[in-house]
């Protein structure tokens, strides 16, 4: 799949994605995703920028989205969101992950 600004992307909970860490400047493995309760759930978030790069065989997302923890994974917060705990952050999605982007067509 193709991914682009204002699409919402789906992680599912048994994902690979690798986080940007601003703290170490490095990309940290996760699996699973969003398992703050049992069963995990997930992750749902907004594309802001996509890129995709075929020497790594996958897309860089800045992504937006609510309850992302992580030490250090936040590129920035985002105060004036209508509901707390908003920020932006990147992801790097392997190609062939469980990972989708949804578009409403116009």
């Known amino acids: 799949?193709?991914?682009a600004?204002?699409?919402?992307?789906?992680?599912?909970?048994?994902?690979?994605?690798?986080?940007?860490?601003?703290?170490?400047?490095r990309f940290e493995k996760l699996t699973p995703i969003g398992c703050s309760s049992n069963p995990c759930a997930g992750h749902i978030g907004i594309v802001l920028e996509a890129e995709y790069y075929n020497d790594s065989g996958g897309w860089l997302i800045l992504?937006?989205?609510a309850n992302w923890y992580g030490r250090g994974w936040a590129m920035r917060s985002v105060p004036d969101a209508s509901c707390s705990n908003v920020v932006?952050?990147?992801v790097f999605i392997p190609n062939g992950d469980k990972v989708s982007f949804w578009r409403r067509l116009r």
């Open 1 to 3: 799949q193709t991914a």
């Open 63 to 65: 992504m937006r989205s």
């Open 5 to 25: 600004p204002d699409d919402v992307i789906i992680m599912q909970h048994d994902a690979v994605v690798h986080a940007y860490n601003t703290i170490d400047e």
């Open 88 to 90: 932006d952050a990147y």
